[in-house]
């Protein structure tokens, strides 16, 4: 166990909606990262999140968009999902400065 | 878009022999990481090898890292069923910047 959490394990949503995922980071870490990682591809960075501010994005578009909360929490929103966006996402908390991330279990997307 | 590539993409092996992995990747790197994954879930951290180390062991994992030939081989000894899963190698360009670039992943067998 890393002591991240992700919410929720599974879902299900049709073209066109929009999604929160959610993620709690490990007690003391101020560092979120977001994953994509489509079923047999490895995670691709989407963006990283230090003291609520964006620090460094993949090559994802606006229409991907994330928040950090004062307690460290984040949420990954996606708009306007399209059938590509199915996959597992990934959160990673650490602490700024170190070299180790700490994965939560993901969440499962599915866009039909 | 991912790093490099992994070689094989799939290994199936006996219990109790050696698994080795291969990573490759492209540009100039600080650190280079190896994680485990588990039935798409995930990922857990295995070992983080720095440009300016040639070896790593971590209990029955060996890591060598090849800056001249930008190429890292994880080596699993004496192999377990419980070894079953995918291996990613990941690279961080920057120290302590946290925004890895992912192989495709080597999808390890141990068959009892």
């Known amino acids: 166990e890393t002591g991240v959490t992700q919410s929720p394990t599974h879902l299900i949503k049709t073209r066109g909606q929009q999604v929160t995922l959610r993620c709690s980071s490990q007690?003391?870490?101020?560092?979120v990262s977001w994953y994509q990682q489509a079923l047999g591809q490895g995670p691709q960075f989407i963006f990283q999140y230090y003291r609520e501010e964006e620090n460094g994005r993949g090559n994802f578009p606006p229409r991907f968009s994330g928040l950090q909360f004062p307690n460290y929490s984040s949420e990954l929103n996606v708009n306007a999902l399209e059938l590509d966006d199915s996959a597992l996402y990934l959160c990673a908390s650490s602490l700024t400065g170190t070299d180790t991330q700490y994965f939560g279990p993901g969440t499962r997307l599915t866009v039909l | 878009s991912q790093q490099g590539e992994e070689d094989p993409q799939a290994l199936s092996i006996q219990e109790g022999e050696n698994a080795t992995m291969n990573c490759s990747y492209k540009?100039?790197?600080?650190?280079l990481q190896w994680y485990r994954q588990n039935s798409g879930r995930g990922l857990v951290h295995l070992i983080l090898i720095r440009s300016n180390e040639r070896e790593k062991h971590s209990g029955r994992l060996r890591v060598t890292l090849d800056t001249s030939k930008k190429s890292s081989s994880l080596l699993i000894t004496a192999s377990r069923a419980a070894d079953t899963a995918s291996y990613f190698c990941?690279?961080?360009?920057?120290?302590?910047?946290?925004?890895?670039?992912f192989g495709q992943g080597t999808r390890l067998t141990i068959n009892p």
């Open positions: 990941a690279t961080d360009v920057d120290q302590g910047a946290q925004k890895l670039v």
């Open positions: 540009t100039s790197i600080n650190n």
């Open positions: 007690s003391g870490h101020n560092t």
